[in-house]
C-alpha cells in the first residue's frame, strides 16, 4: 500500500473509532509498528489527528467533548458485548445492581432484561427504557425492580446533578457496573461532564463492589474530571483487544482485570 493510501485508511479508522492503538492499525495494514508510529507523527503534522500514548485519536478530541449516545452505541459493538456478556455473569438473583449510564452498560442491560429478578439502580434513561420494555412486552416471569434517578439529562442520556446525586446518598449497592469516558494510570477513570463524575461517584461511594467496564479504546483517554482511582475499584472487565502495557498497570492496581474472550472463543 502507497503511503498516501495508507495515510487515509489510518484516518479513515481513527474518524470512525474516534480512538485507535499503534498495535491495531499495524495489523489492520499489515506493516510495522515503526511505520504506523511515523505515519501518525505525519497525519498529527498536518492536524489530521492527535497522538496520544500508544495510539492516536481525532483532533481537537478535547477533554470536555461529550459524544452522543446514538454516536458511541454503534462503536466497538462486538467488544462491547463481549464486556457485557462477561459482566452479565458476576450478577445473581436478588441483588441491588447499580448501572451507569453509558453504551457498554446499556450493552450489559439487554443482557440482564433475561436474568435473575434483580433491583436495578441506574441514571440511563435508555436502561430505563428498556428494562420497561421488557416488562411491557416479556413473559409474565420478568419481575426485575427499576429505579431510575433524577436529574439533568447530558448528550450521553444519564440523568445527573445534585438531584441525582442526593438520590443515591440514600441507596445501598450489591453492585455497581461504571461505564468510564478513559482510563489513564494517573488520572484514573475519567468523564468529560463535571456534573457527570459527581453522580458516578456517588454511585461508586453507594456501592459495596465497583467493576469498571470499558473496551480497550478508553484507555490513555481524559476526559476533564476523575470519577475514581485505579486504586478505588474491585474490577476491570475489558476486552483483549487491551494493549500489555495497560494490563500490566490495571494488573498492578486495580482489585482484578478480567479480559473478555471475542463471542464465540473460550476464555
Avoid: C
Wanted: proline fraction near 4%; avoid cysteine; aromatic fraction near 2%.
Amino acid at each position: 500500500m502507497l503511503p498516501a493510501a495508507r495515510h487515509q485508511a489510518i484516518v479513515d479508522v481513527v474518524q470512525r473509532e474516534r480512538v485507535v492503538r499503534v498495535s491495531d492499525l499495524a495489523q489492520q495494514l499489515g506493516v510495522s509498528l515503526m511505520t504506523v508510529r511515523r505515519d501518525i507523527e505525519l497525519l498529527e503534522e498536518g492536524g489530521k489527528l492527535e497522538r496520544i500514548h500508544g495510539g492516536a485519536k481525532l483532533p481537537g478530541d478535547a477533554s470536555t467533548h461529550e459524544p452522543g449516545f446514538e454516536q458511541k452505541s454503534t462503536q466497538l459493538t462486538a467488544e462491547k458485548r463481549a464486556i457485557a456478556v462477561e459482566a452479565a455473569a458476576l450478577v445473581q438473583e436478588g441483588m441491588a445492581v447499580g448501572l451507569s449510564a453509558g453504551t457498554t452498560t446499556w450493552a450489559l442491560a439487554k443482557e440482564l432484561v433475561n436474568g435473575p429478578p434483580i433491583t436495578v439502580v441506574t441514571n440511563s434513561v435508555r436502561i430505563a427504557d428498556l428494562f420497561h420494555h421488557a416488562a411491557a412486552t416479556g413473559p409474565a416471569r420478568y419481575s426485575s425492580t427499576v429505579i431510575l434517578i433524577g436529574g439533568q439529562r447530558t448528550p450521553s442520556d444519564a440523568l445527573v446533578g445534585p438531584i441525582a446525586t442526593s438520590a443515591l446518598k440514600q441507596l445501598h449497592l450489591d453492585l455497581l457496573f461504571l461505564g468510564v469516558h478513559g482510563m489513564d494510570s494517573a488520572a484514573g477513570f475519567t468523564t468529560p461532564n463535571l456534573l457527570e463524575a459527581e453522580t458516578d461517584r456517588a454511585f461508586v461511594a453507594a456501592a459495596r463492589r465497583t467493576v469498571v467496564l470499558a473496551d480497550h479504546t478508553k484507555w490513555g483517554v481524559l476526559g476533564i474530571s476523575s470519577i475514581a482511582s485505579l486504586d478505588d475499584v474491585d474490577e476491570v472487565i475489558s476486552d483483549s483487544g487491551l494493549g500489555p502495557d495497560a494490563q500490566r498497570v490495571l494488573r498492578d492496581r486495580v482489585g482484578r482485570l478480567r479480559l473478555a474472550p471475542a463471542l464465540g472463543q473460550s476464555a
